[in-house]
Nanobody
Framework: QVQLVESGGGLVQPGGSLRLSCAASGSIFRVDDMGWYRQAPGKERDLVAAITSGGTTNYAESLKGRFTISRDNAKNTVYLQMNSLKPEDTAIYYC??????????????WGQGTQVTVSS
């Protein structure tokens, strides 16, 4: 069984920063692509950023320059550094990972989500 556990969300003022973390654990053979998505109330879940095991990154165009995704392969952990936060960044942020377990079965796994609220 594989689990993704997120942390680091919370309330921040406009212009502030937050760093989200997501650690994969359990019966893991290999972790491939990892990423972050977000879902605001009444909206669809959208890609924020993704990163391959080799470190190649992909961002939502509107977030380039403010958000940075990174990962620590030794810890099976992905991070999202969010700077210059705006009220419109308020959403539940979900971690996502493509993982092969120890039976070599590959699947897409999701974290439980962490709330980010940007408000004064």
């Amino acid at each position: 069984q594989v689990q993704l556990v997120e942390s680091g969300g919370g309330l921040v003022q406009p212009g502030g920063s937050l760093r989200l973390s997501c650690a994969a654990s359990g019966s893991i053979f290999r972790v491939d692509d990892m990423g972050w998505y977000r879902q605001a109330p009444g909206k669809e879940r959208d890609l924020v950023a993704a990163i391959t095991s080799g470190g190649t990154t992909n961002y939502a165009e509107s977030l380039k320059g403010r958000f940075t995704i990174s990962r620590d392969n030794a810890k099976n952990t992905v991070y999202l550094q969010m700077n210059s936060l705006k009220p419109e960044d308020t959403a539940i942020y979900y971690c996502n990972a493509h993982i092969a377990d120890r039976t070599y079965l590959t699947g897409v796994h999701w974290g439980q989500g962490t709330q980010v609220t940007v408000s004064s």
